[in-house]
């Protein structure tokens, strides 16, 4: 490897360290080959949204500094940015579209292979979305919700998205109908912001990024759908036990990873393999070995334990262990470069859904009809490929470390009841206000190699656990605490301030029910269960009684990528959250917009960027504006 420094995670860098002398190519030298970056692009004043373009602005004023159309760099840069936006919303969608397909396919009686896993999540879900429970079938509710999450997609009526105003406190209410951002549906929202953005459209700075905001909010809404009826189908994650880095990749096993997104087929590849160890052990296996990549893992780690294998700038690695069988891939953050290195490999790249293809991949279309008869189909392309297997070729990392996670807000509220029944909530806003824990943190988001592979992650956690910030972490922030061995009750000890330290010790003496102690950042889930976090900085406001801008939550994406996670970002800054950002989007090419999501932004809705790419000084703001808040409270 040329760019070893690229990555500072432990099984990432002993991977390369095995690559070396081998010609093999990964993300870490591709992102060399791509320096230097165009920085008309860096700053977000290349616009090639007609081609009459590509336009950049060149100059400080005159022709030059706008397009051939008399776009300014701020009507440009706004624009990129929110189609961003609009990008990110399209994709939390999609996915959780599927999932309501897969329920609507369940109440039809076409998905015998699914079930109604949680019928409690079921109740609460139908209760918030005003759906009546009382004397109904299960499957009539799960009906209902099913109609009113179809029509939250598609709705031209002028009412609120339910799977957003049922969630939210009355104060986001109230501001979003007076900014005119609540949205009415999901899809005709993406939609509007990409008309509105075309050429010749919007051109006002303002009222873009407030098309923005909108759209953000229906991401948000998008990803309630997803958390909410995957819970309902698969089950309330609670804590779990279970291991993370490439060194849970077994040699003497059929390993599979699934990777991407959607836990609708990940969970049948799961129980598939689970029923299918005796033709494992026919090819000389012990038997399979499912292991996560992305959020996919992510969401198999919260609800059944599988290890998770990756994160997302070390997928490749996965497969240069040489003993990765399969790898099932869904939709989003799978690199096009997996099925080069597979070639490499014994490995087999199979993609599962129609929008997602890969030249030199093979295809099995998933279906919620057939799933367990697709799933099994899966397995068996792995356990076929396993006996093409080159013991030259195996090199696994010595690099797994125990974790703890499986911690949504259900399993939260349950821990702390244990100490206070009545208003569970108040036992993390009552350790607030007593100055035992600074607030919460949520950290999310993706790995960008315009820095060190999940390095800022790290620092970043250890600042603020260190100053007793109770920290919650969803996607690959998640994957790289559970990679590094930060998410272990033993990390606590090591890393964790003394006010972090008692609270946790307090918890864990109210719970003897728990078999293990609890961790140093808590595992919440994928990147659509930060709408988990989402529920918590909203339980907070209410438990305090006052609106989220004032509730001491922070949110940080140290090394955010994907257009999602600038959806993420912005409906964080919308709720009323500082919001760091440690790897800049292309904001920087105008003034006015950068001021408008880091200032502006404050004044209308109470959350702000904070963008920062040292993380130290990110880690300080964060805790600036959680003192900040905290302060507030208590006169
Ligand atoms: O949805 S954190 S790199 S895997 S986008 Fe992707 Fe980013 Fe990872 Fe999950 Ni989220
Ligand atoms: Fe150029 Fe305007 Fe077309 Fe953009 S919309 S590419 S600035 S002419």
Not at 384 to 409: M, T, W
Not at 495 to 516: C, D, R
């Amino acid at each position: 490897p040329k760019n070893p420094v690229r990555t500072s995670d432990p099984g990432a860098l002993q991977m390369l360290k095995m690559l070396e002398g081998k010609n093999i190519e990964t993300v870490f030298d591709r992102v060399v080959a791509q320096q230097p970056q165009c920085t008309f692009g860096y700053k977000g004043v290349c616009c090639r949204i007609c081609i009459a373009g590509p336009c950049r602005v060149k100059k400080e004023d005159g022709p030059g500094s706008r397009g051939i159309c008399g776009a300014s760099a701020y009507t440009i840069v706004s624009r990129n940015l929110v189609r961003l936006i609009a990008g990110g919303a399209a994709s939390h969608s999609e996915h959780a579209r599927h999932v309501l397909h897969t329920a609507h396919a369940l109440v039809e009686g076409h998905a015998p292979d699914y079930e109604i896993k949680s019928t409690a999540k079921l109740h609460k879900l139908a209760q918030r979305l005003g759906i009546s429970t009382l004397d109904r079938e299960d499957k009539e509710i799960l009906k209902d919700v099913v109609e009113l999450g179809y029509a939250d997609f598609g709705r031209y009526q002028d009412r609120p998205l339910a799977f957003l105003d049922s969630f939210m406190t009355q104060g986001r209410r109230n501001k979003f109908q007076h900014t005119n951002v609540m949205p009415k549906a999901i899809d005709g929202t993406v939609t509007e912001l990409i008309a509105q953005t075309a050429m010749g459209v919007d051109n006002d700075p303002v009222n873009i990024i407030f098309g923005g905001i909108k759209t953000a909010l229906a991401d948000l809404a998008g990803e309630y759908v997803g958390t909410t009826l995957s819970d309902v189908l698969f089950g309330i994650p609670e804590p779990i036990v279970s291991e993370a880095n490439l060194g849970v990749i077994d040699p003497k096993m059929v390993n599979i990873a699934v990777h991407g997104h959607n836990p609708v087929l990940s969970e049948m590849v799961v129980a598939a393999a689970r029923k299918m160890k005796a033709e494992a052990q026919k090819v000389g296996a012990e038997g399979i070995n499912v292991v996560g990549i992305c959020c996919t893992g992510n969401e198999l780690l919260m609800r059944e334990g599988v290890y998770l294998a990756t994160s997302s700038a070390s997928q490749e690695m996965a497969i240069m262990t040489g003993a990765l069988d399969a790898m099932v891939v869904d939709i989003q953050c799978i690199y096009p470069s997996v099925q080069t290195a597979a070639e490499c490999f014994h490995t087999k790249i199979i993609t599962t859904e129609g929008i997602m293809k890969t030249p030199g991949a093979q295809h099995l279309a998933f279906k919620p009809e057939t799933a367990m008869e697709d799933a099994q189909k899966l397995v068996t392309i792995a356990i076929e490929a396993y006996k093409q297997r080159d013991p030259n070729k195996i090199s696994i990392p010595n690099e797994r470390h125990k974790l703890v996670a499986g911690f949504s807000i259900e399993a939260l509220t349950d821990i702390f009841s244990k100490v206070c029944p009545e208003r569970p909530i108040s036992v993390l806003t009552d350790a607030i206000l007593s100055g035992q824990i600074k607030g919460v943190a949520l950290m999310a988001g993706c790995n960008n190699l315009k820095r060190s592979q999940d390095e800022s992650h790290i620092a970043i956690l250890k600042e603020l656990v260190k100053n007793d910030v109770f920290v919650i972490a969803t996607g690959c922030s998640a994957g790289a605490f559970a990679k590094f061995g930060l998410m272990s009750p033993l990390a606590v000890e090591a890393y964790a301030g003394e006010g972090l330290k008692s609270f946790l010790k307090m918890l864990e003496n109210a719970n003897p029910q728990l078999t293990t102690g609890l961790p140093l950042v808590f595992h919440v889930g994928s990147c659509v269960d930060n709408s988990r976090a989402s529920d918590l900085a909203v339980a907070m406001a209410d438990e305090l009684g006052v609106d989220i801008p004032k509730v001491p939550f922070v949110a940080s994406a140290p090394e955010a990528m994907h257009e999602k996670a600038v959806a993420i970002g912005t409906w964080c800054v919308t709720l009323g959250l500082p919001t760091h950002v440690g790897s800049l989007p292309p904001v920087e090419g105008s003034d006015l917009v950068y001021g408008i999501t880091t200032q502006i932004a404050h004044d209308v809705f109470g959350g702000n960027f904070i963008f920062e790419v040292d993380p130290l000084i990110g880690a300080q703001k964060l805790l600036n504006a959680l003192e900040y808040r905290t302060w507030k409270l208590n006169i």
